[in-house]
């Protein structure tokens, strides 16, 4: 006698998968990995080889060795968290540090809470703040962006936007060049054009939703529009300034969308959103450093599970009582 087995829903398949997701996501970064390996040269190509590999190497350590389970290193996680992490870097920086940022990131951001669709925070942002703290001046020393530059640790370096915005002005590229990546910084975040092509793309193949990234951005413009246009003396960054420098567009784009960490209702990314815009704001302006994103993200990161819970549609078939 047959047996009739119900199983609880989703009944129906997208046909999607975590690997698919995680090459759509590469695919996009495609745009700003080539704007930085044109700025910043072979250091680019050095950092982000050893980002990628060393991340897959120690999930593949811990799960073979510590955890003794199913090695999940194919799915394409551990390479996108190290090529996120690279982006985050300075192309200059020297290969160990590298390395520890991506023991950190795999290693106690995302295994220790058991794996991919368990960690609280980005693991990328949690090793870029970790190297951060641990390492402010070479992680604070930003090569001069120099078309195929061949040069790697030797590399002359330069003030992002950002912190010759906290002195002096005059010094501070044009829209044009901020645009395109013509400037100091990380390698992945430099690029505003090949960031917004990755967005697209992203959008177009439904990867992600607007409304964390939008959030974020229309956040970030308002607010800093309402100051510099309410006292420009002292607030001298423009909405569109602010827009383009940093890692706003980067974390807008690529770190605040993952899944794991960001909720899963539109109303809910977009309080999430709107929440890391502002928090961006507040250290960028109010603050002694002078980028924001990183922390902007994480903080909202913690906040997602109560997002999450206060947030949420209301259940089919559901009664409301008194």
Known sequence: MDKLIISPSPHVHSGDSVSNKMIGVVIALIPAYIAGLYFFGIGALVI?????????????LIQRFILKGPITITDGSAALTGL?????????????IVVIG????????KMSFGGLGNNPLNPALVARVFLLISFPVQMTSW???????????????????????KGQFSAIPDTFNLFIGNVGGSMGEVSALAIIIGLVYMLIRKIITWHIPVSILFTVAVFTGILHYANPDAFIGTPVFHLLTGGLMLGAVF???DYVTSPMTPRGM???????????VIIRVFGSYPEGVSFAILIMNAFTPLINKFVKPKRFGEIKTA
């Open 48 to 60: 982000s080889a050893t980002a990628v590999l060393s991340c897959m190497l120690f999930e593949y």
């Open 84 to 96: 996120l992490l690279a982006f985050n870097l300075s192309s200059n920086l020297p290969v160990w």
């Open 102 to 109: 991506s023991l950190v990131a795999i290693g106690i951001a």
């Open 270 to 280: 977009l309080i999430y959103g709107v929440g890391i815009g502002l928090i961006t």
């Open 143 to 165: 090569p001069k962006p120099i078309p195929w530059n061949p040069d790697y640790l030797d590399a002359v370096t330069a003030a992002t936007p950002l912190a010759i915005m």
């Open 255 to 257: 770190m605040a969308t």
